[in-house]
């Protein structure tokens, strides 16, 4: 052991490329297996969420307008940066109870996650998008187009890559996002917005809460600038109740708390799709 | 000569006068059709067919008399007339018609080789074109759309969403790369009367060639086609069950919804009711799309063909009375045109012919419903007291029937309720606009977005407005497009889901 008194590290939000307190001034305690205390997180309060869409929406326009190959590139930055801080997630998630086999295995994965995901940048539009032969005298055509703002509370098992999974086919299709962390890990998520931070992610893409699921949930369902909701959570009540609010927008409720996210399963370019619109257009052919 | 004859040669002797003196009217020359075209009457018949007295429910192949034993009447909304008395049906029968599809799901629907599937789905589509003309005429007696765009339109693009989507029966795991994709099992349906028979198409041809069976409730106002159609599937000898139709109100529909052996909700319809479905399936398994209202902006800028323009925007917003959730129903204008734009409106709107729906030269038909007249009324009476210029055809309506004159409003904000709100009428508000960003977003204010309208000869100009508009279908000189292959359905608040094309059977179908 040496004399050196370790730096500890103070998490706090993310939000709009910037990483402030909550403005509630509240925290949270984790604690290892042990019980002994890991560390304090911010306790997004309703206020956080809302700054957190209002970063999400001075965002949008940029990064849908991004070309598929910059954001392709900027995925595959993500990955770059994740793969040269292995070390420190795969510390933090044995400060969690992983062992070091699964923890390395998350964090490979997860690296490998965001270079795949990152290569559906400029394909999936190909795939997913048609030309449709229409019997008049038209062009016509369907591509995918990003649906906006995507509020995403993450799983709380795999809390790299659980967030990992929700996070990248979410912004490879042009969206920006909320994400409420792992309630059990959130550390690791805050962490994780440090590598986003050095990736070229234009700040407000994606925005990043610590706090708990039974205070913020409602606020899912009921702001209205929300698109879409991704669900990893398991509580019933909770998610009909943003099942219900999502009604008064007609929000779409994408439901994915029944995914393996360390099997073949997590990582699926229908998810992609979840979050996108098809839009057709029609131009008649003729002189 | 009758007192409007008198009227409009006056007006088209000033018209000639002008022209005399000016060389031309506010720069435009004008098409006087009324003083030199006048249309005798050509009503199509209605001999070559006969329609039941009454109607019972569809449920497991067999017309079944409804449990309470109630009946409604459907009338002709352009004459008032009642048309036959069909079965109201209830929760009670809701649950047969689930059972009927549940049991024709699991013993026989899912159990076929997909290409019988796909054979069936052929002879709907084949019988449909056979008694097209019946079907037509039907549609229109009880719908009140024009004769013109039910024979030509509406039964037409219902046969054609048929034989596309049964090709689709043995090629599914084509359409979805990667997975492979298999049906949901009961689809609950529930459709509206602007399009009756095309909905019902739109509905019923993808559950069926995904794999689905069906319990579908065509709107109160307008079941006689679905109830043909019914005749359509028992001729064309499908299993007992897959189809099923129980006409009746909105707690018909509503108990399909909420049956809980329904694994899909497909819904049309109104924005309300869209939301309080999708309230109501919170907490369930179910599946569900939602197509559901629209505010779209038709966009015409200077550089656009302007007589072309006029035409789309016509069309745009008067084609089934405005009974369109597509409809162009906000036209923006950019400023330098539109005193051009809106002479040129007023003139074409003189020209169109309203009026008796069976009329092969009647361009708007009657509303489909009081309910529906009293609504636009309403919307009328708002828009002129929040101040907007308004012009109305000076056109003749028949004195019975529900008619409403194609109606313009200009003068109007972003905020007004008749901007806003969707009148689903033949009524279309006037705004303008200086720049491309500024035409962008008026267009997306709005809490819709199903569909909009772009019109200019500059290529680049229409993919950057594309881009930009948030809405599930995009016309680009042109409007209002329909096509079995072609994608349907909004963003935002217009619902969720498409309809139609490879994409319209991602929603029947688990991966």
């Known amino acids: 052991m040496s004399d050196r008194l370790n730096i500890n590290k103070t998490y706090k939000l993310y939000i709009g490329g910037k990483f402030p307190r909550t403005e509630s001034g509240r925290a949270y305690t984790i604690e290892d297996s042990k019980g002994n205390t890991l560390c304090h997180m911010s306790r997004a309060s309703r206020k956080d969420f809302r700054e957190a869409i209002v970063a999400c929406q001075s965002a949008i326009k940029g990064w849908a307008n991004r070309t598929a190959f910059n954001r392709s590139q900027i995925l595959y930055r993500i990955a770059e940066m994740l793969e040269g801080r292995k070390a420190q997630f795969v510390d933090e998630l044995i400060s969690t109870g992983a062992t070091k086999g699964s923890a390395t295995k998350e964090v490979e994965l997860s690296i490998d996650r965001l270079v795949y995901f990152a290569g559906w940048a400029d394909k999936y539009t190909q795939v997913f998008g048609s030309v449709n032969p229409v019997a008049t005298s038209h062009f016509n055509f369907s591509t995918p187009e990003s649906m906006g703002l995507i509020a995403i509370m993450a799983p709380d098992e795999h809390p790299l890559l659980g967030l990992v999974s929700n996070l990248a086919p979410c912004i490879v299709g042009g969206n920006t996002c909320v994400i409420l962390a792992s309630e059990v890990n959130p550390f690791i998520a805050i962490s994780f917005a440090e590598v986003l931070n050095s990736s070229d992610v234009p700040g407000g893409v994606v925005n990043i809460l610590t706090g708990f699921k039974s205070e913020l949930y409602k606020h899912f369902g009921t702001h209205m600038n929300v698109n879409a909701i991704i669900c990893c959570a398991d509580n019933k009540d909770q998610i009909i109740n943003m099942q219900e609010n999502a009604a008064l927008n007609v929000k779409r409720f994408i439901l994915r708390n029944k995914v393996n996210w360390m099997s073949d399963a997590g990582q699926d370019p229908y998810f992609i799709m979840d979050t996108q619109e098809i839009k057709t257009a029609w131009h008649p052919i003729g002189i | ?511």
Request: hydrophobic share 40%; aromatic share 10%; net charge positive.
């Open chain 2, 1 to 511: 000569m009758s007192k409007k004859e008198k009227v409009l040669d006056k007006k088209s002797k000033k018209a000639i006068e002008d022209i005399a003196m000016n060389g031309s009217i506010n720069n435009s020359r004008k098409l006087n059709f009324d003083t030199s075209w006048q249309y005798a009457p050509a009503p199509e018949s209605t001999d070559h067919f006969k329609l039941k007295k009454k109607y019972d429910l569809f449920i497991n192949g067999k017309f079944v008399k409804p449990t309470d034993g109630k009946y409604y009447k459907t009338i002709n909304p352009a004459t008032t007339e009642t048309l036959a008395e069909i079965a109201y049906g209830t929760d009670k029968d809701v649950d047969k018609a689930v059972k009927a599809a549940r049991k024709a799901y699991n013993e026989v629907w899912s159990k076929l080789p997909r290409k019988e599937i796909a054979k069936y789905i052929y002879r709907i589509a084949r019988l449909l074109q056979e008694r097209s003309r019946e079907f037509a005429v039907v549609e229109t007696l009880n719908g009140g759309k024009p004769i013109r765009e039910s024979r030509d339109i509406d039964i037409p693009l219902a046969a054609a969403h048929f034989f596309y989507n049964a090709g689709w029966a043995d090629k599914l795991h084509y359409a979805f790369p990667g997975k492979s994709p298999q049906p949901l099992g009961v689809a609950g349906q529930v459709i509206p009367w602007n399009f009756p028979l095309l909905m019902a198409a739109w509905k019923i041809a993808p559950a069926l060639a995904t794999g689905n069976t069906v319990v579908i409730k065509p709107a109160e106002t307008t079941p006689l086609t679905a109830l043909l159609l019914a005749e359509v599937i028992q001729e064309a000898g499908l299993p007992d069950g897959v189809v099923n139709i129980v006409t009746g109100f909105g707690d018909t529909g509503a108990a399909i919804v909420n049956h809980p052996d329904v694994n899909k909700v497909a819904f049309t319809g109104s924005t309300k009711v869209g939301k309080i479905i999708q309230k109501a399936l919170a907490g369930t398994e179910k599946k569900y799309t939602l197509e559901l209202g629209g505010k779209a902006a038709n966009i015409i800028f200077e550089d656009a063909p302007i007589d072309q323009a006029i035409e789309g925007v016509i069309n745009g917003i008067f084609f089934n009375q405005g009974h369109v959730c597509c409809a162009g129903s906000r036209l923006l204008v950019q400023e330098s045109v539109f005193k051009t734009v809106i002479k040129k409106l007023q003139d074409r709107i003189e020209n169109l012919i309203v009026g008796d729906p069976m009329d092969k030269n009647t361009d708007i038909g009657a509303i489909n419903s009081k309910m529906q007249l009293d609504k636009i009324k309403e919307y009328y009476e708002i828009g002129k007291s929040e101040g907007a210029s308004s012009f109305q055809s000076s056109c003749n309506l028949p004195k019975k029937g529900f008619f409403f004159r194609p109606t313009l409003f200009w003068d109007v904000a972003q905020s007004h309720r008749v901007v806003q709100e969707e009148i689903f009428g033949p009524v279309l508000t006037i705004q303008t606009f200086r720049t491309v960003q500024e035409a962008i977003d008026k267009a997306n204010n709005t809490a819709y977005g199903l569909s909009g309208g772009v019109w200019t000869d500059k290529g680049s100009k229409i993919f950057n407005v594309v881009n930009k508009i948030r809405a599930g279908v995009l016309w680009a000189n042109t409007y209002n497009k329909f096509d079995p292959t072609s994608p349907f359905g909004g963003y935002k608040e217009s619902g969720l889901g498409r309809e139609g094309g490879l994409h319209g059977l991602t929603p029947y179908l688990k991966m």
